[in-house]
C-alpha cells in the first residue's frame, strides 16, 4: 500500500453538489471521533461550510470548485457537464495537487472520499463512497457508467451506503462480475427517530445546486397561497446565520443543522423535497411519509422517484406539473417504513476492514 503514517488522522472529502454528499458524511465523522480517529475535513461551498457548522472543532481545507451549475430547464444538463468536462478534469488535476500538500502537512493516514474523484493516494487507503455503480443519462448511461467505474477503479474500497435487502437505491447500486471492490455498508443518516408529537402539517425542505433551487423556491411559493395548513419551509440557503420569518401559516428559515432538523421532520405530517438519495436515506431513517420533486434534468433523482413509487412508499411530481393538491395523493402510499432495523452500519468493522491492522481497534 505504501507509506503509512502513525497517527490515524483520517481526510473525508464530500462533493459540493448541494448538500447530500455533505449530509451523509456526518455520521461518518462522528463514527470516526468516537473511534479515536482524527477527521480532517476537505471540501468547498456549502458543503464545507455546513460541516464548519456541524463541526467547528475539527480542521478544514477548501478545495478547488467543480463549478457544476444546473440549466434552467434541465434538459440539457448532461451536454453541459460533456461541454464542462476539459474544466472539471483541470479541477480535478487541481484538487489532486491540494489534497497531495494535506497528505503531507497533516501526515494523513486514510482518505475517504464522496465523489470527489481527485481525493486518493496511491501512498494510503482511498475510499470512494458512492450509490451510483450505474450513472444513469439516458442514451449515454453506458458511457457514463464506463467512466464513472474507471474512477471507481483508481480507489482502494468503494462503500456503497445502502443495504443488500430492500435496498433503496434500486439498479444504481446493483452491479454482478465486477472487479471492484465494493462493501454494501448500509444506510447513512445523521438522524434518529423519535415519536414525539406533530407539530405541522408539511416540512418543505429544499436543497441541491443552483438555479434549479430558487426555480421551485418560487413556484412552491406561489402553490402555498392556496394552501391554509401549518408549514415549516426550510430554504437550504447555508449562511453565517439562521433567519426565520412568519407569514401566516408559513414559518420561513434558511436553514437548520442536524439536530434542529431532525426534531422538524420528526414532528412534520408529511416531508416535500428533491428526490437526492441522502434525503432519501434521512427520511427513511425517522420512517417519514414524503412527496419527491425531482430536480429536472437529473437522471438520477427521476429514477429513484420513479422506483419508490412503483413500489408505492412515496408519490413524485415533475417540478412543472406539480400542484399544492397533488399532496393529497399521499394517503395512496406507505411512506418509509423501515422501523430502524437494518439502519445501523458497523463502523468499527469497516474502519478496520478498510484501514488495515495499522489502526486495529481493540
Given at each position: 500500500?505504501?507509506?503509512?503514517?502513525?497517527?490515524?488522522?483520517?481526510?473525508?472529502?464530500?462533493?459540493?453538489?448541494?448538500?447530500?454528499?455533505?449530509?451523509?458524511?456526518?455520521?461518518?465523522?462522528?463514527?470516526?471521533?468516537?473511534?479515536?480517529?482524527?477527521?480532517?475535513?476537505?471540501?468547498?461551498?456549502?458543503?464545507?461550510?455546513?460541516?464548519?457548522?456541524e463541526f467547528p472543532q475539527l480542521k478544514y481545507y477548501e478545495l478547488p470548485s467543480y463549478n457544476i451549475k444546473y440549466t434552467k430547464d434541465g434538459k440539457n444538463?448532461?451536454?453541459?457537464?460533456?461541454?464542462?468536462?476539459?474544466?472539471?478534469?483541470?479541477?480535478?488535476?487541481?484538487?489532486?495537487?491540494?489534497?497531495?500538500?494535506?497528505?503531507?502537512?497533516?501526515?494523513?493516514?486514510?482518505?475517504?472520499?464522496?465523489?470527489?474523484?481527485?481525493?486518493?493516494?496511491?501512498?494510503?487507503?482511498?475510499?470512494?463512497?458512492?450509490?451510483?455503480?450505474?450513472?444513469?443519462?439516458?442514451?449515454?448511461?453506458?458511457?457514463?457508467?464506463?467512466?464513472?467505474?474507471?474512477?471507481?477503479?483508481?480507489?482502494?474500497?468503494?462503500?456503497?451506503?445502502?443495504?443488500?435487502?430492500?435496498?433503496?437505491?434500486?439498479?444504481?447500486?446493483?452491479?454482478?462480475?465486477?472487479?471492484?471492490?465494493?462493501?454494501?455498508?448500509?444506510?447513512?443518516?445523521?438522524?434518529?427517530?423519535?415519536?414525539?408529537?406533530?407539530?405541522?402539517?408539511?416540512?418543505?425542505?429544499?436543497?441541491?445546486?443552483?438555479?434549479?433551487?430558487?426555480?421551485?423556491?418560487?413556484?412552491?411559493?406561489?402553490?402555498?397561497?392556496?394552501?391554509?395548513?401549518?408549514?415549516?419551509?426550510?430554504?437550504?440557503?447555508?449562511?453565517?446565520?439562521?433567519?426565520?420569518?412568519?407569514?401566516?401559516?408559513?414559518?420561513?428559515?434558511?436553514?437548520?443543522?442536524?439536530?434542529?432538523?431532525?426534531?422538524?421532520?420528526?414532528?412534520?405530517?408529511?416531508?416535500?423535497?428533491?428526490?437526492?438519495?441522502?434525503?432519501?436515506?434521512?427520511?427513511?431513517?425517522?420512517?417519514?411519509?414524503?412527496?419527491?420533486?425531482?430536480?429536472?434534468?437529473?437522471?438520477?433523482?427521476?429514477?429513484?422517484?420513479?422506483?419508490?413509487?412503483?413500489?408505492?412508499?412515496?408519490?413524485?411530481?415533475?417540478?412543472?406539473?406539480?400542484?399544492?393538491?397533488?399532496?393529497?395523493?399521499?394517503?395512496?402510499?406507505?411512506?418509509?417504513?423501515?422501523?430502524?432495523?437494518?439502519?445501523?452500519?458497523?463502523?468499527?468493522?469497516?474502519?478496520?476492514?478498510?484501514?488495515?491492522?495499522?489502526?486495529?481497534?481493540?
Amino acid at each position: 500500500m505504501g507509506l503509512i503514517y502513525e497517527n490515524k488522522k483520517i481526510l473525508v472529502s464530500p462533493l459540493n453538489w448541494g448538500l447530500g454528499h455533505a449530509t451523509r458524511c456526518i455520521p461518518i465523522i462522528n463514527a470516526l471521533i468516537e473511534e479515536g480517529f482524527i477527521p480532517v475535513i476537505a471540501s468547498d461551498g456549502m458543503a464545507l461550510i455546513l460541516l464548519q457548522k456541524e463541526f467547528p472543532q475539527l480542521k478544514y481545507y477548501e478545495l478547488p470548485s467543480y463549478n457544476i451549475k444546473y440549466t434552467k430547464d434541465g434538459k440539457n444538463l448532461k451536454y453541459r457537464l460533456l461541454f464542462n468536462s476539459l474544466r472539471i478534469i483541470k479541477s480535478v488535476k487541481n484538487e489532486k495537487i491540494v489534497i497531495d500538500k494535506i497528505i503531507e502537512k497533516e501526515r494523513i493516514s486514510g482518505i475517504i472520499s464522496d465523489n470527489r474523484f481527485g481525493v486518493r493516494s496511491n501512498k494510503i487507503p482511498s475510499i470512494y463512497i458512492t450509490h451510483q455503480l450505474h450513472v444513469f443519462s439516458g442514451w449515454t448511461t453506458f458511457l457514463t457508467t464506463r467512466l464513472h467505474q474507471n474512477i471507481i477503479s483508481k480507489f482502494d474500497f468503494c462503500w456503497i451506503p445502502d443495504r443488500n435487502i430492500n435496498c433503496l437505491s434500486g439498479k444504481l447500486s446493483n452491479i454482478e462480475h465486477s472487479k471492484l471492490d465494493i462493501k454494501y455498508i448500509g444506510l447513512l443518516s445523521r438522524f434518529t427517530y423519535q415519536k414525539v408529537s406533530k407539530k405541522q402539517d408539511l416540512l418543505i425542505m429544499l436543497s441541491g445546486p443552483e438555479p434549479q433551487r430558487s426555480i421551485l423556491e418560487t413556484k412552491l411559493f406561489k402553490e402555498l397561497e392556496n394552501y391554509n395548513k401549518k408549514v415549516l419551509f426550510v430554504r437550504g440557503i447555508i449562511s453565517d446565520k439562521q433567519e426565520k420569518s412568519q407569514t401566516k401559516n408559513i414559518t420561513i428559515v434558511n436553514f437548520m443543522l442536524q439536530d434542529e432538523l431532525e426534531l422538524a421532520i420528526n414532528e412534520s405530517e408529511l416531508v416535500l423535497a428533491r428526490s437526492g438519495y441522502s434525503t432519501i436515506m434521512d427520511l427513511d431513517k425517522l420512517n417519514a411519509k414524503a412527496f419527491f420533486i425531482p430536480t429536472p434534468g437529473q437522471f438520477e433523482q427521476n429514477y429513484l422517484a420513479s422506483y419508490l413509487e412503483q413500489k408505492k412508499m412515496i408519490p413524485y411530481s415533475k417540478q412543472k406539473e406539480f400542484t399544492i393538491k397533488m399532496l393529497e395523493n399521499i394517503k395512496d402510499y406507505s411512506g418509509f417504513t423501515n422501523n430502524n432495523k437494518t439502519n445501523k452500519v458497523d463502523f468499527k468493522t469497516l474502519f478496520n476492514q478498510s484501514f488495515g491492522e495499522h489502526f486495529l481497534i481493540k
